[in-house]
């Protein structure tokens, strides 16, 4: 049997957590989860998740930029980074994370709240760009 796909959700809000790693368990995924920046920065070490969905806004309002930029600095460059925020309706920025990777070192930016077939289709996507690459 196949290894199952490991996704590791990183959010402070346990609801969110609870709600989108059963969407994500019933779709076949193994999920991870991590209820702060540096709890998530640590599974990332040490149990190696094949895909990472993070929020922005956490215990600071860019905590979630800077976990994604030492992930991709100091632990695994090629990891698919998929990011949630809500900013982008509060403050009308369309976040693009091809306009400038350095500062968004993430693959895709969705906004919140994401309904389930799109967090399952976008998850699939950026493995299938692995893959392809």
């Known amino acids: 049997m196949a290894e199952k796909i490991r996704v590791l959700l990183i959010d402070d809000d346990p609801d969110f957590i609870e709600a ?3 969407v ?3 779709s076949g995924f193994e999920v991870l989860t991590a209820g ?3 709890e998530g920065f640590e599974k990332v070490r040490d149990q190696e998740p094949d895909v990472v969905i993070l ?3 956490m215990e600071q309002t ?6 994604a930029r030492r992930i991709r600095s100091k632990l695994r460059s090629e990891v698919p980074i998929i990011m949630l925020t809500s900013v982008g309706k509060v403050t009308g920025y369309d976040f693009n994370p091809d306009e400038n990777p350095d500062f968004f070192p993430v693959d895709i930016f969705l906004e919140k709240p994401v309904p389930p077939s799109i967090l399952v289709s976008r998850v699939r996507e950026v493995l299938k760009k692995g893959d392809d690459q």
């Open 55 to 57: 929020d922005v806004m």
């Open 20 to 22: 989108n790693s059963i």
């Open 24 to 26: 994500l368990e019933a």
């Open 36 to 38: 702060s920046g540096a």
């Open 62 to 67: 860019d905590e979630g930029f800077a976990v």
